[in-house]
C-alpha cells in the first residue's frame, strides 16, 4: 500500500534507479491526490521525459552524419574547379607547377602510400611484439611501467616528433644510417635503386620512420588490451598439452584476437595516412616520384600544411581542396576494406 | 560572491582599457617576406617602446604575404617579389621598396669558413639542375684551386613556399644561365629539378645546417644569424665578390627608381666592378583604401619611423635602407592611400 505522508526523499534526474525512486516518489503523492487524472498526467510527464531522451540521442547520431555530409560537400565544392579543369588526369598526373597552374596528384598520393606502408611494416611486427612481451613474458613487475611508457608515446604531440625527427632522427640517420644503407645495398640489383642517392638526412624513409612510432602506441596497446581478453582457460589448455610460450601465442592466442589486432592495426594506419605536422617537416617537400626511399617526396597532408596559406588563385586552392578529397577517399577506402576483412574473418569463424 | 568577482573584473577591465587609451597605441598587423623579418622585428621592438604601438609580423614567405593582403586579413603585406602595376590597380593596393638586402648561397662543410669557397652564376644553375652532382666536380675545382673538396654528393636545399627570396634567386639564375630560364624560368614558386624543401628562409638555413655537404641560399641576415658558411660569387664584371653592405650598396646603386612604375625594379645581376650579382629590394604591400583606417595611418607612421630612424639598425644586419631621395620619391606615392573622407592618411603622420 502507498503511503500517505509526502516523502522527502528529492528527486534526481531522470534514467536509472534514481528514476525509479522518482517514479515510486510522484506516485505516492499521486496516492493522496485524485487518482485518475493526476495519474495520467505523471504517467504523461514520464513519457515525454523518456521522449525527450529518445530525440535527443537520436539528434546527436544525426547531427554527426550531418557533419560528415557537410564535409564530404563541402570538399566537392571547394573542389569542383580543379576537377573540372584537370578530371581523373589529376590522379596520374606527376607536375605540380603553380606558376602555369598544372597540377598533378601523383607524387603526394605516392608518398601517403609509401611513408603509411614503412610505418606499417615498422609497427606492426614491433606493436605486436611489445604486446605478446607485454601479456606474456614481462615480470609484473615492469609491466604497468612499460605499459604507461608505451601509452605516453601517443600522447606526444605531432610536432614535437617533427621537430625531434629534423633536428635529432635526420642528422643521425644522415651520417651514420643512411651511408651504411647506400654502401650495403650498392651493388645488389633491387635494393641498389630501392636505397641509392645522397643521403638528404630526411626524406621518406625518415617520415615512415617517425610515422612507425607514432603508430606504435595504438597497435601495441590496443593489442596487449585484446591479448588479455583470451580466455585463461584456453591457454591453461595449451600448455597442459605441452605447447610452448611461442605455440600457445601462435596458435591461440592470436587465432582469438585477430578481430581486434586487425582493428587496431587499421587504426593505426588511418592515423598514418592521415599524420601532418611530423610527415611535414621530415619529407623533403619534393613534389617527385623517386625509387629510392631515401629521396624526398611529399605526402597530401604536407602539401595540404605547406602551400594553402600562399596558394593564390582559384584553380591552385581548389587542386589542394582536391587532394584533401583524395586522402579523404583513401582513408575510407582502407576503412571500409579492414571491416570487409573483419566481416569475412567472422563469417569464416562462425 | 558573484557580484564581487563581477565588479572586480569590470575594475580591470577598465583600467586596462583607460591604460591602454592614454598610450593611444594601436597594433598593426603584416604578414609576407622572410627576408627581411629580421629587421623588422628590430624595428617592431623599438617602435613598441618609443610609441607603445606593436606591429605583428608573420613570416610567411612572399606568396603569404601577398595573399593575405590581397585578402585584407592584414594591415599590409610584405613581399620581395614585386607586383606587376597591373596586378597592384587589381588589387588596390601601392607599393614600395622598404629595404634592400643581399641572397647568399650558403653550404655546409666541415672546417670551411666564410668565403672559402667561390661559386659563379653558372656553377650555381647547374648543382640547382642536378648537372653537377659532387662537390669535387670539375667545374667547382676550376673555381677554387686551392680548396679540399670532398668527393661527397652535393644536398640541395630549396624554399618549399611561394618566395619571394625564390623569385629573386631564379630571377639571377635565368639571367646567367638560358638552360635555367628555359627549363625551370623564375617565380616564387618553381618545379625544382633536385633538391629537399623548406619552409621560409628560416627553414632552409636550419636544414644547411643541420645536412653535411647542402648548400642552399638564404638572406645574408639568416646566414649571419645562424652562422653559416656563405659563398663568394663572381659578377657580371667577372670580379669576385663578397656579401657586404658594401658590395649590397654598388648593385643597388644602378636602380632607376624615379621611372619605374609600382618601383618595380629587380636589382640582381647588376653590372659594377663592386656588385653582388644577387641583390633583392624588398616591398610593401598598402591598401588604397582599408576597413582599419587607423591601424593603415599607424601602418605609415611606422614606415616614415623606419626610413627616418630604422636606418641604423638595418645596416648592422647588413640590410641597405634606402637612399634619401627615393624615400621623398615614397612618400609622394603614400597621398594615394586615402581615409572614408577622401583625404590623405599620410597627413595624420608625424612630420619626419
Request: aromatic share 10%; with cysteine; charged share 15%.
Amino acid at each position: 500500500m502507498f503511503s500517505i505522508e509526502p516523502s522527502r526523499r528529492s528527486a534526481n534526474g531522470a534514467g536509472g534507479e534514481a528514476g525509479s525512486d522518482m517514479s515510486e516518489v510522484v506516485l505516492q503523492q499521486a496516492a493522496s491526490l485524485s487518482v485518475a487524472a493526476d495519474r495520467t498526467r505523471v504517467l504523461g510527464r514520464l513519457a515525454l521525459v523518456d521522449r525527450l531522451f529518445r530525440q535527443v540521442t537520436r539528434a546527436a547520431a544525426v547531427i554527426v552524419l550531418v557533419i560528415l555530409g557537410g564535409v564530404i560537400v563541402s570538399l566537392v565544392y571547394g573542389s569542383w574547379p580543379a576537377m573540372k579543369a584537370f578530371g581523373f588526369g589529376f590522379l596520374f598526373s606527376q607536375s605540380w607547377n603553380p606558376v602555369t597552374e598544372n597540377f598533378g596528384a601523383l607524387p603526394a598520393i605516392y608518398g601517403t602510400v609509401m611513408t603509411s606502408i614503412i610505418a606499417m611494416l615498422i609497427a606492426v611486427p614491433v606493436g605486436l611484439g611489445i604486446a605478446i612481451f607485454l601479456t606474456e613474458l614481462c615480470p609484473y613487475v615492469l609491466r604497468r611501467p612499460i605499459g604507461t611508457a608505451i601509452e605516453l608515446l601517443a600522447g606526444i604531440p605531432s610536432i614535437i616528433y617533427g621537430i625531434w625527427g629534423l633536428f635529432v632522427l635526420a642528422p643521425f640517420l644522415q651520417s651514420h644510417v643512411q651511408p651504411a644503407l647506400i654502401a650495403a645495398f650498392g651493388d645488389i640489383p633491387v635494393f641498389s635503386t630501392l636505397f641509392a642517392g645522397p643521403p638528404y638526412g630526411i626524406g621518406m624513409l625518415t617520415a615512415g620512420f617517425i610515422l612507425a612510432i607514432m603508430v606504435l602506441p595504438f597497435i601495441a596497446s590496443i593489442s596487449r588490451d585484446v591479448f588479455e581478453t583470451v580466455p585463461l582457460v584456453l591457454k591453461e589448455a595449451a600448455w597442459g598439452i605441452g605447447a610452448t610460450t611461442w605455440e600457445v601465442t601462435r596458435y591461440v592466442v592470436i587465432p582469438y584476437t585477430r578481430v581486434g589486432v586487425i582493428g587496431g592495426v587499421m587504426l593505426g594506419l588511418g592515423r598514418a595516412l592521415g599524420e601532418t605536422m611530423a610527415v611535414t617537416f621530415v619529407i623533403g617537400n619534393a613534389h617527385k616520384i623517386s625509387g629510392s626511399l631515401l629521396a624526398p617526396g611529399t605526402t597530401i597532408s604536407a602539401t595540404i600544411a605547406n602551400e594553402f596559406t600562399e596558394a593564390v588563385g582559384d584553380l591552385y586552392t581548389s587542386a589542394l581542396i582536391e587532394l584533401g578529397l583524395i586522402l579523404f577517399f583513401i582513408t575510407f577506402v582502407v576503412l571500409a576494406v579492414a571491416r570487409y576483412m573483419l566481416m569475412r574473418i567472422e563469417q569464416k569463424s562462425a | 560572491m558573484i557580484s564581487t568577482i563581477f565588479r572586480r573584473g569590470a575594475g580591470a577591465a577598465l583600467a586596462l582599457a583607460v591604460m591602454c587609451g592614454a598610450a593611444a597605441a594601436i597594433d598593426i598587423s603584416g604578414a609576407g617576406a622572410t627576408f627581411p623579418y629580421p629587421i623588422y622585428a628590430k624595428w617592431a621592438e623599438a617602435y613598441k617602446k618609443e610609441t607603445g604601438s606593436g606591429l605583428n609580423y608573420q613570416s610567411i614567405g612572399s606568396g603569404g604575404g601577398i595573399k593575405q593582403i590581397k585578402a585584407r586579413t592584414v594591415t599590409f603585406g610584405a613581399s620581395d617579389q614585386p607586383l606587376k602595376p597591373e596586378e597592384l590597380e587589381a588589387g588596390g593596393l601601392i607599393q614600395w621598396p622598404q629595404v634592400i638586402g643581399g641572397i647568399v648561397p650558403v653550404v655546409n662543410h666541415a672546417g670551411m669558413a666564410g668565403g672559402d669557397l667561390t661559386l659563379s652564376g653558372e656553377t650555381v644553375a647547374k648543382i640547382f639542375l642536378g648537372e653537377i652532382t659532387k662537390w669535387d666536380d670539375p667545374a667547382i675545382k676550376k673555381l677554387n684551386p686551392k680548396a679540399k673538396l670532398p668527393s661527397a654528393p652535393i644536398v640541395v636545399v630549396h624554399r618549399s613556399d611561394g618566395s619571394g627570396t625564390t623569385f629573386n634567386f631564379t630571377n639571377y639564375l635565368s639571367k646567367v644561365s638560358p638552360d635555367w630560364a628555359s627549363k625551370v624560368g623564375a617565380n616564387a614558386s618553381v618545379e625544382w629539378p633536385v633538391g629537399i624543401g623548406a619552409k621560409g628562409n628560416e627553414g632552409v638555413a636550419n636544414n644547411v645546417a643541420n645536412t653535411k655537404g647542402s648548400i642552399g641560399y638564404v638572406e645574408y641576415a639568416y646566414a649571419k644569424q645562424n652562422k653559416l658558411t656563405h659563398t663568394k660569387m663572381i659578377n657580371k664584371d667577372g670580379k669576385t665578390v663578397t656579401p657586404s653592405m658594401e658590395s649590397f650598396q654598388a648593385a643597388a646603386a644602378g636602380a632607376d627608381w624615379a621611372h619605374a612604375e609600382g618601383f618595380y625594379e629587380i636589382l640582381t645581376n647588376e653590372p659594377g666592378a663592386k656588385s653582388w650579382p644577387i641583390t633583392a629590394a624588398t616591398f610593401i604591400l598598402l591598401p588604397k583604401e582599408s576597413k582599419d583606417e587607423a591601424a593603415a595611418a599607424e601602418a605609415l607612421k611606422f614606415f616614415s619611423w623606419a626610413f627616418a630612424s630604422g636606418g641604423k639598425m638595418a645596416e648592422e644586419l647588413d640590410y641597405i635602407p634606402m637612399p634619401k631621395p627615393v624615400v621623398e620619391l615614397i612618400k609622394k606615392t603614400w597621398t594615394s592611400v586615402k581615409g572614408s573622407d577622401g583625404k590623405p592618411l599620410s597627413l595624420l603622420t608625424r612630420p619626419n
